[in-house]
């Protein structure tokens, strides 16, 4: 089993940065696949990003494609998200997860994930 917690969201200028991590428990964090989602108010949680186990591969939306790299790093037991050139449509609240496959884009693929993190740009 693995617990997930974010941090690094906030308020930001439209144009900005931030990098979201993930801090995940357990010892096999290695073995997962880990994605970033979002919910803005009123709309459904969509697929951000995504990278599989080994870090090799990495999918993104096309939405953020560009402009948010997903990385990891398995000694350190953590996955980031660095949001460049944020936009007001980026506000949202954004979640890690776990998934046994690699490159999913489905929440239902996910079976462990974080509290979420609120991110906020202002135009």
């Known amino acids: 089993q693995v617990q997930l917690v974010e941090s690094g969201g906030g308020l930001v200028q439209a144009g900005g940065s931030l990098r979201l991590s993930c801090a995940a428990s357990?010892?096999?964090?290695?073995?997962?696949?880990m994605g970033w989602f979002r919910q803005a108010p009123g709309k459904e949680r969509e697929f951000v990003a995504a990278?599989?186990?080994?870090?090799?591969?990495?999918y993104y939306a096309d939405s953020v494609k560009g402009r948010f790299t997903i990385s990891r790093d398995n000694a350190k037991n953590t996955v980031y998200l660095q949001m460049n050139s944020l936009k007001p449509e980026d506000t949202a609240v954004y979640y890690c997860?776990?998934?046994?496959?690699?490159?999913?884009?489905?929440?239902?693929?996910?079976?462990?994930w974080g509290q979420g993190t609120q991110v906020t740009v202002s135009s």
């Open positions: 990278i599989s186990w080994s870090g090799g591969s990495t």
């Open positions: 357990g010892r096999t964090f290695s073995s997962y696949a």
């Open positions: 997860a776990a998934s046994d496959y690699s490159g999913s884009y489905s929440e239902y693929e996910y079976d462990y």
